[in-house]
């Protein structure tokens, strides 16, 4: 089955600084790559999401890379706020497959003020 | 917020004894997932639904079993807990976008 390892665990910048979360998968078949934020207590929520057949996606201050070939993407955060402080965690699946998600282990992002 | 509820939303019980957890959406989705969340591990695949009475196994589905008798309504059931049981567990429903909507989440601690 599919495995998504997540770098960093943790990660810590200062505001106005970018961040970057990286993951990578396994499975080449795999098509479909969500990130989600956890806020402390709250339920994961879907902040931006890519498909296989584009390399880039931008909302904002975030975007998204996917590099099919190497099965890597990551996240960008540029110009970090503090209600950006969260846990992140990226995933993937196959659309075919009733999006059965896999996830990375999360990275706890902290921006300080 | 697609409709999900989960209950009990905590819930503090002993090594074995059962245990449901319970998921009802109002949306008509027809997957269902159950997730549960360990630091370190992410959010793992315990057992998913794709139609009444049609269920199957995820990545961690050992100790747990899971009916699903009405669309609305996604059972998570451990027959007889234990203390690696013990997880902060997400129900979830598929919409047409692909997006996975989460439940609150149920804290289960098992003493």
């Known amino acids: 089955g599919e495995n998504v390892e997540q770098h960093p665990s943790t990660l810590s910048v200062q505001e106005g600084d970018s961040a970057v979360i990286k993951c990578t998968y396994s499975d080449s078949a795999s098509n479909y790559f969500p990130w989600y934020k956890q806020e402390l207590g709250k339920r994961p929520q879907l902040i931006i999401d890519?498909?296989?057949?584009?390399g880039e996606k931008k909302d904002q201050r975030i975007a998204v890379t996917l590099n099919k070939t190497a099965k890597h993407f990551s996240l960008h955060i540029t110009e970090t706020q503090p209600e950006d402080s969260a846990v992140y965690f990226c995933?993937?699946?196959?659309?075919?497959?009733?999006?059965?998600?896999?996830f990375g282990g999360g990275t706890r992002l902290m921006v300080k003020p | 917020d697609a409709g999900i509820t989960q209950s009990p939303r905590h819930k503090v019980t002993e090594t074995g004894t059962p245990v449901t957890l319970r998921c009802h959406q109002t949306?008509?989705?027809?997957?269902m997932y159950w997730y549960r969340q360990d630091p370190g591990h992410g959010l793992r695949l315990i057992h998913y639904s794709y139609g009444v009475k049609d269920t199957d196994k995820g990545e961690v589905s050992d100790g747990y079993s899971v009916s699903r008798s009405k669309t609305e309504d996604f059972l998570l059931t451990l027959e007889s807990a234990t203390s690696s049981q013990t997880s902060v567990y997400f129900c979830?429903?598929?919409?047409?976008?692909?997006?996975?909507?989460f439940g609150e989440g149920s804290r289960l601690t098992v003493l």
């Open positions: 979830a429903i598929s919409k047409e976008t692909g997006e996975l909507f």
């Open positions: 995933a993937a699946s196959q659309r075919s497959a009733g999006n059965m998600l896999t």
């Open positions: 890519i498909r296989s057949n584009v």
């Open positions: 949306e008509n989705h027809r997957y």
